[in-house]
Antibody, heavy 115, light 112 residues
Framework: EVQLVESGGGLVKPGGSLRLSCAVS????????MNWVRQAPGKGLEWVSF???????VYADSVKGRFTISRDNAKNSVYLQMNSLTVEDTAVYYC?????????WGQGTLVVVSS | EIVMTQSPLSLPVTPGESASISCRSS???????????LGWYLQKPGQSPQLLIY???NRASGVPDRFSASESGTDFTLKISKVEAEDVGVYYC?????????FGQGTKLEIK
């Protein structure tokens, strides 16, 4: 069974940093591209970042220069380092596996940016 | 960047009736491998998105055959026949052709 488990969310002050983790199991992690998607309270889904199996990366304009996605194939994990956080970054952050024809999703981790 | 446009944004439906959701992409989602990288996901209240349809019109495993999808160029349609109470939630179309990936605004289906 494919599982994606996010962690690392919490309350952080504006300007602060947070590192999200996503631990996966049930598939060969090193052969899949991975993504982070977020959902602000009461809003729709917003794609945030992509990392290829070769560690090429792409970012949404809204987070470019502030967020960094990375992966550790030995630990079957993908990460999202978030710096210079603003209140607009408040959201549930989902880790998603690109299974080539569809995406699998984790349950999400909540990030709240507030003073 | 590919823009996905969904309609309607709100969809009240009487149980047993049919419902239809439209999604339009700003450019073709056809890959050179012949597949169309459009998926439909349902996000039930308090849950993460779950796959309904992949590659434009293929129903995912375990999805009732009340759900069907079609495509015509850059226009995509999700149809739900005989809507049930368990179908409530927000439906999203998503283009998986190329990063930056993108979603429609979401269609909230509610039971009348």
């Amino acid at each position: 069974e494919v599982q994606l488990v996010e962690s690392g969310g919490g309350l952080v002050k504006p300007g602060g940093s947070l590192r999200l983790s996503c631990a996966v199991s049930g598939f060969t992690f090193s052969t899949n591209n991975m993504n982070w998607v977020r959902q602000a309270p009461g809003k729709g889904l917003e794609w945030v970042s992509f990392i290829s199996l070769g560690s090429d990366t792409v970012y949404a304009d809204s987070v470019k220069g502030r967020f960094t996605i990375s992966r550790d194939n030995a630990k079957n994990s993908v990460y999202l380092q978030m710096n210079s956080l603003t209140v607009e970054d408040t959201a549930v952050y989902y880790c998603a596996r690109d299974a080539w024809n569809y995406w699998d999703w984790g349950q999400g981790t909540l990030v709240v940016v507030s003073s | 960047e590919i823009v996905m446009t969904q309609s309607p944004l709100s969809l009240p439906v009487t149980p047993g009736e049919s419902a239809s959701i439209s999604c339009r992409s700003s450019q073709s989602l056809l890959h050179n491998n012949g597949h169309t990288y459009l998926g439909w996901y349902l996000q039930k209240p308090g849950q993460s998105p779950q796959l309904l349809i992949y590659l434009g019109s293929n129903r995912a495993s375990g999805v009732p055959d009340r759900f069907s999808a079609s495509e015509s160029g850059t226009d995509f349609t999700l149809k739900i026949s005989k809507v049930e109470a368990e179908d409530v939630g927000v439906y999203y179309c998503m283009q998986g052709l190329q990063a930056p990936y993108s979603f429609g605004q979401g269609t909230k289906l509610e039971i009348k």
